[in-house]
């Protein structure tokens, strides 16, 4: 198939490579024209603007945009919406809000332009991997697009089918599915990122446990060095608790054992304050996801005026004086 591509980053270049490997045309710009300029010397055909990526493509169109979510998607699809014709369709495959979908879908419909959704999940891995992707938009659209999402998927590979699928979609055993209509893709891929940031936490509260047990304020003989590499790869191997997100860990262990590269400082993308607020809005108690959000904004206040005004609280009501965290044992 033919397909524009506007965003070439890591996750768009990508997503263009995938495509060409498996046999599709590509049209790609991006604001970069070294960008532009390394994917045209890998056969993807550039474009010097929106309006030129449009021309270069035959209808109907097909616009994938990979941008970050906010004003740079919305102005794209606004100047897109400008340049496209009845039936031809744009797709968003950024971490866009579920609620801005719904609204785009319901303005470019009035001019006959399909507005599909679509949450990627793959990250830099996708290019060898595949993207798992949640779909949404209309039925027929999604199906007439299916030979895209195919090749993108990471396909059934060697994951163990599950019991008792029978008559369910095939799609969703090779990585993909039609989640439903505009809004519903990127509303599951929202809550995906808020069990990411779940998931991650325990990760790091658990092996934060681990790492304090040489702490020479616990009893000697209750003192452990433990070597968590080691920790992380035995428990990839036929643990419950074994994942890719583990396997992540056991590599970032691996090549930084103390982890004396990283400051702590943790950016959240804002599906985790999304589904916080749709956790609410269903009346869901979501206190696992929550409070890992909340610790990622913890993460970037290392003097914290909280903490300081705690400080002070013990030290009025008792007397208590601030000392410093025991170091762990070497």
């Not at 603007?49 to 004003?71: E, H, I, N, T």
């Not at 696992?288 to 009025?316: G, I, N, Q, T």
């Amino acid at each position: 198939m033919e397909l524009g591509i506007v965003g070439l980053g890591r996750m768009g270049a990508n997503i263009a490579r995938r495509l060409m490997r498996g046999g599709h045309s590509v049209t790609v710009f991006d604001v970069s024209a070294n960008a532009v300029a390394a994917l045209a010397r890998e056969g993807a055909r550039p474009a010097s603007g929106l309006d030129d990526l449009v021309k270069k493509l035959k209808p109907p169109r097909a616009v994938w945009v990979m941008l970050p979510a906010g004003k740079i998607t919305e102005d794209t699809i606004a100047i897109l919406a400008g340049d496209l014709a009845a039936d031809d369709a744009v797709i968003d495959g950024g971490n866009t809000f579920y609620k801005d979908d719904i609204r785009r879908a319901a303005t470019l419909r009035q001019i006959g332009v399909h507005y599909i959704d679509v949450g990627t999940s793959g990250g830099i891995w996708g290019l060898e991997r595949g993207y798992c992707m949640m779909i949404g938009g209309p039925k027929d659209v999604v199906n007439r697009l299916d030979p895209i999402f195919a090749t993108l998927a990471p396909g059934v590979g060697s994951i163990a089918k599950t019991e008792h699928r029978e008559g369910r979609d095939p799609r969703v055993e090779k990585g993909y599915m039609h989640a439903g209509p505009a809004g519903a893709g990127h509303f599951v891929k929202m809550v995906h990122n808020g069990i990411e940031y779940g998931l991650m936490q325990a990760y790091a509260e658990g092996f934060e446990i681990l790492h304090c047990r040489s702490r020479g304020d616990l009893p000697e003989t209750e003192r452990f060095t433990l070597d968590l590499a080691d920790v992380s790869e035995v428990w990839r191997r036929g643990s419950v608790v074994s994942s890719w997100l583990l396997d992540l860990t056991a590599m970032a262990l691996a090549e930084h054992n103390d982890l004396d590269t990283f400051s702590g400082f943790v950016e959240d993308s804002g599906e985790g304050r999304w589904t916080v607020e749709a956790a609410i809005e269903e009346a869901v108690p979501a206190n696992v996801l929550s409070a890992a959000l909340y610790e990622r904004f913890h993460s970037r206040m290392p003097l914290s005026f909280a903490d300081r005004l705690l400080s002070a609280m013990r030290s009025k009501f008792g007397g208590h004086v601030e000392g410093r965290p025991p170091e762990p044992k070497s």
